[in-house]
């Protein structure tokens, strides 16, 4: 498993696997966001097994598919709004961990600055540089 840190609260990661689980709540996660689309991967790793397990964990599940062509404002507020409501720590997974990345920017952006969450990012391991137009025009808005 390789979780990631964006901010204090906010960490990313590849496709968890359910056997992760438990030790993500060990460490203190509370909140886990499903990012990656069902079709993207095979039933084992689909969100409902997903939810299963962090269920049974203790946590807190969320589905938010993302795809290029999803990636819309709504669903970036939508994903912001997720993680303000969390009573802890959340972890987001897609394939990567960078569309949870991207999401995660494109909902702080306005509030935190172009600078702060593409070095955010950056010090998580993705370099998002290439959606500073974005970015910047979500922080100008």
């Not at 992760?20 to 909140?31: F, K, N, R, S």
């Not at 972890?91 to 909902?107: D, E, I, K, Q």
Request: aromatic share 4%.
């Amino acid at each position: 498993m390789d979780i990631r840190q964006i901010t204090p609260d906010y960490f990313v990661a590849p496709q968890l696997d359910p056997a992760d689980l438990p030790e993500v709540a060990a460490a203190g996660i509370t909140t886990v966001i499903c990012n990656r689309p069902d079709i993207e991967v095979p039933p084992a790793f689909q969100a409902d097994a997903l939810e299963a397990a962090a269920l049974a964990a203790g946590l807190t599940f969320h589905r938010l598919p993302l795809t290029h062509a999803t990636m819309t404002p709504d669903v970036a507020q939508q994903q912001a709004a997720l993680i303000a409501a969390s009573a802890g720590p959340v972890l987001a997974y897609c394939a990567s961990g960078t569309r949870s990345t991207v999401v995660w920017t494109l909902g702080h952006a306005k509030e935190m600055g172009v600078d702060a969450v593409l070095n955010a990012a950056r010090a998580g391991g993705y370099n998002l540089d290439n959606i500073r137009p974005t970015l910047d025009a979500i922080a100008a808005s």
